[in-house]
């Protein structure tokens, strides 16, 4: 059975701690392939000020494309309408039917599940693996899938701890401080070219 791994975000932008946590997932659940998913219109969040949906797929192009047994999907990107995790996990298990599916999610993410669009069969599609982060408690995670019956549908796995986020580089970026060290290369230089998130002020 081919293990696929789907790690989505809105990669805004994409972050060393993002790339971190996809090759440790790589290696510890054994997947044979990993597809990275670039939201395409958010449902939980405003938009206003982001990057159009094309230059976030090409900023995770810059980040991940050029990694071993990586696809980066535009699914969502290209698909009218919010980004719902259920719609494209429901793609991605019709084209791999035999395949074993699991969503790649930092704690953060994992503990607001309750609250995703039809969380049971995104749940029934997928088994979850989470990578837990200092300030969220695996035990609030768990919680979270036992509510929903699916606390057999949940794997913590270990990752050096990271603590860069896609908001912290915003901030950086917009306020003048330095950034460039925690984004891949490609995406440092496509945020300068593009003048993105205020790289020229």
Request: glycine share 8%; proline share 6%; with cysteine.
């Amino acid at each position: 059975m081919t293990r696929i791994g789907v790690f989505g975000s809105s990669f805004n932008p994409p972050t060393i701690g993002h790339q971190i946590l996809l090759a440790e997932a790589q290696w510890r659940l054994s997947l044979d392939r990993t597809i990275v998913v670039p939201t395409g219109e958010a449902w939980h969040k405003s938009s206003a000020g982001s990057p159009p949906a094309g230059v976030r797929m090409a900023l995770a192009e810059a980040a991940f494309g050029g990694l071993e047994r990586v696809e980066v999907s535009a699914v969502e990107v290209d698909r009218e309408g919010p980004s719902y995790t259920c719609d494209t996990l429901e793609e991605i298990h019709t084209s791999n039917p035999d395949s074993q599916i699991t969503f790649l999610s930092g704690s953060d993410a994992a503990l607001g599940l309750w609250e995703w669009h039809r969380p049971d069969r995104v749940l029934e599609l997928a088994r979850f693996a989470v990578a837990p982060r200092s300030e969220v408690a695996r035990e609030a995670v768990a919680e979270v899938f036992e509510g929903l019956g699916a606390l057999d549908r949940l794997d913590f796995f270990e990752m050096p701890r990271v603590e860069v986020s896609s908001t912290l580089v915003r901030e950086r970026v917009a306020s003048g401080r330095p950034w460039k060290h925690l984004v891949p290369q490609g995406v440092a230089e496509m945020i300068d070219n593009g003048d993105l998130y205020g790289s020229k002020q």
